[in-house]
């Protein structure tokens, strides 16, 4: 099954547009310029690549500005070039989307969050809010361009674009995807602008990938999306030949340190091997690396040892080169913006640039592209790295030059384990179900958590309070399935989703307001890479040594339910053998009073917050373990709106079958399949407190009473405004599987 | 600025600055190496430290080689402030 790329799209600092942004890439072009998106006294640099003359009120409906932002209006931008390359839209054609990005509406609300924090009474809910959520992108994306079916909001730092691809690549070759655009998105701010100036990775001059005098990065902001289809769904629609093919894909966490790469490149290296492996393609067929090559010392020379160590003799050979000299270093939009120029690099025949490359470092060796280069290009592979040492190598091929690879048959996922922390404590996979139990309501806001009674503090000192509750609720799940990620004879990469409604609102607010109170100089490095919303999932893979994949995912109330959908989605196409999912939610009163009303509607109830991690692995590999799994997970689905009939796909319930929810309520709009309409239905809330995370909390507690006999089947059910998710778990063997989508 | 003192102030700082969770000021050896073996500390806490000094004693640190030999010791980083603090 060949996946084709149809359609592209780039906003970038040189241009609106993917081929004008080739262009100047092509012509050396290089858009760095004096920064004029805000001013902060004391920057040591003004230097970045911006779009210029770009503002939300581009794309947002007449009147609705304030809660759009420019990350927004990039994407919506690179989407619509795509879609129309392409030729589809989401009003005709069943499209999905997945947008990866850090930053979304940072730029936006940054200072009004820094503002409110001043005085606790004056926290109230503003409609520009709406625009801070991870998820607001894509549901900003889907609200200007059309009706997307599935959508997801994935981040894992600087490789949050390379990882879209690689999901809406692994939807495709489940069968459950006619069309994916994917990519990514992130606009500049004063949060990433300052904490890069902290950590001391920004060279106040143009950057220089790859040189002996390289001084750091400079940063851009951009957006880039792909049209991804298989072949057959493609040719049906009309298509007779794509722009090129996405062929092989890498993913893996390096779980060594939350700034600093490895400097031997290993996992880089691993990554990008597994995506050549994917592809079935060799050293040899690739005629190009677009590299991540940041210009930052270090990145540089883990990258140029990873490619020596991937591609061996053939490193002499494969020209290399960065985008970042000329657009710089643009997050989470990175991964997309360098797959769309991979895609025409391979096009036009003309590899792109290393521009800033002067003399060459004898710790990079490579065959770097110092001049646009003309070249019969079979193949690229473009690499990123992100914060917390996730690293993704996607492979792009041009048509028809290697044999189609087949689709993998489709996989059993089950359920090992689950564990919470929460008002309960810490609980594991056969306690959980003391969430449904009648009892008093939690004490609303923080949760009793001292990390020394669950982790070693000395180990985990960098962990922020999210990122200590995550370690602890993944921690507890492997140790419940008897799983000990660094014991190699388990002979798999074990991997985390996990996510937050919010991203770290608190500690963003904190460093904002420290640099407006004390100065720009004294933004805290240690705290700034504890901002990104794949940190604690970051700093859970680092602390508890997981290689597997590790990003997040935001999805507003419903979190946790897309983590573990996405991570089922994954393993059911080999994407990953075990994996846990999740979300963390922190109790705040900027989410209880500001975000979450905004963004999630008025909660009912006591608000609380925890942690929650499911275990999924593939059936095959738990059987090849000797374990019996707690249940398995024949259905699941996810919806966009109402959720009018997006369950009459589940399978019969069982004798002793309940409906679980985190939130007291199922959707108003959602109508039961007739068979689980008289089915009893029971909430987690009333116990573990109301947050966005409740829906882990009732995946955990229907996990421990299928494991305990009490149920033999739980159709858990998670909803929040205009998007919902539905995934069965069954203790024995239901006779659909495998699943849908 | 008297030097035991500063030792004293630095410890507390790194202590709370770097949540060195479980360790008291005077677990911190003086002559001991911040980095590697010694405390364990890496650059990603050099730049916290640095930051910190900057913010809570006026004296900045600087960076590259110059401040490998600043930040060898509990003793080099007090020197150091004590020295810029006298020729303020």
Redesign the interface.
Known sequence: MRIWVTGIGVVSPLGRGAGVTMDRLLAGDRAFGELSLFDLPDLRTRLAAEVRGLSAAEVAPEGDAEAWSRTDAMSVLAVREALAQAGVAPSLWPIDLIVGGTTAGMYETEDLLAELSRDADAIKPLRAMLTHPLSSTADHVRAAVGPFRRVRSVCSACSSGANALLLGAAWIRAGVSRCVVAGGADGLCRLTYTGFG???AVDPNPCRPFDKRRAGLNLGEGAAFLVLEPEEASRARGVTRPIAELVGWGVGAEAH????PEREGRTAARVMQAALAKARLTPADIDHVNAHGTATPLNDSMEAAAIRACFGPEAERVLVSSVKGQIGHTLGAAGAIEAAVSVMTIARGEVPPTIGLEEVDPACPLAHATRATKADVRAVMSNSFGFGGTDTALVFAAPDVFPAPEAPARRSVVVVSAATIGPLGVLGARENDAYLTPGPAPAPGPIHFQ??EHLD??RA??LDRAGRLSAVAIQRALRDANLDPLDPSIGVEVGAILGAAFGSVDGSTAFMRRIYE?GV??????DF?NLVPSSPVGHASIYLGLRGPVFAVADLGVTAECAVVTAADLIAVGEGEVLAAGSVEEASPMIERCLGPVCSGEARGVRSEGASAILLEAEEHAKARGIRPIAHLPWWTSWRGEGEGALDGAPMPPKRAAILTGQEDLPPGLRLPEVWAAVPHRAVAPRSGVHEGAGGFAMAAALAAIARGELDAALVVGHAPERGYALLLTAERSPDEPGSS | MDPADVRQRLKELMVTELNLEGKEPADIDDAAPLFGAGLGLDSLDALQLAMSVEEKFGVRVPEGDEAKSIFASVNALAEHIVRAKAAA
């Open positions: 902290a950590l001391s340190h939350i700034t600093n990390a020394a503090v000395g000192r960098r004390k100089k004294f933004a805290s490095p240690a890479p």
